[in-house]
């Protein structure tokens, strides 16, 4: 209310990995459970930064971006199309082979929030090797990134008959 979405926003854009990480996990708190902030952020831009940061080389920025596109289109059908169609879900199928676990973990949580509900998210990260990607995390993974992993899979899974078939045979 006090204006403080665009500070944040021009943080991102990379002065400093610590500000950045930091302006991206502030978002992303402003963003869980209170679906005005999760408008306002996109209204003012956000999206489109957050997605750049998926493609940074540090793991701590990506996990930051990551959770920050999850909390942003939590139960947000608008904020779920617009980070599809501005790449995200590709960026974050990739990100689930990250080596980083709080990476995969992260990417596993956007992936989930992106698809839940949609049939239409649900069907393109399955074309992405969502569903591949994600299987292959149970195979040796921490407890958390499976955790998370399996939250991914019941959102690509939910209400969407062949991508209940490619997990079962996964």
């Not at 501005?86 to 990250?98: E, N, P, S």
């Not at 929030?113 to 921490?142: D, K, M, P, W």
């Not at 958390?144 to 991914?152: M, P």
Request: charged fraction near 10%.
């Amino acid at each position: 209310q006090l204006g403080g979405i665009p500070p944040l926003l021009s943080l991102l854009n990379g002065a400093s990995l610590s500000s950045t990480c930091h302006a991206a996990n502030a978002l992303a708190e402003l963003c869980r459970g209170n679906p005005a902030n999760q408008n306002a952020i996109a209204l003012a831009g956000g999206v489109g930064p957050l997605l750049s940061m998926l493609a940074s080389r540090s793991p701590q920025a990506q996990a930051a971006a990551a959770s920050a596109a999850a909390q942003l289109a939590m139960d947000c059908r608008d904020n779920q199309e617009t980070v599809a169609r501005m790449g995200g879900l590709q960026a974050l199928v990739a990100l689930v082979g990250a080596p980083e676990p709080s990476v995969q973990a992260m990417a596993s949580l956007a992936l989930a929030a992106i698809c839940r509900s949609h049939v239409g998210n649900q069907t393109a990260v399955s074309e992405y090797g969502a569903i591949s990607a994600l299987s292959s995390i149970f195979r040796g993974a921490e407890d958390a990134v499976r955790a998370e992993a399996a939250g991914a899979l019941w959102a690509l899974a939910e209400g969407h008959s062949a991508n209940k078939i490619s997990i079962a045979s996964a």
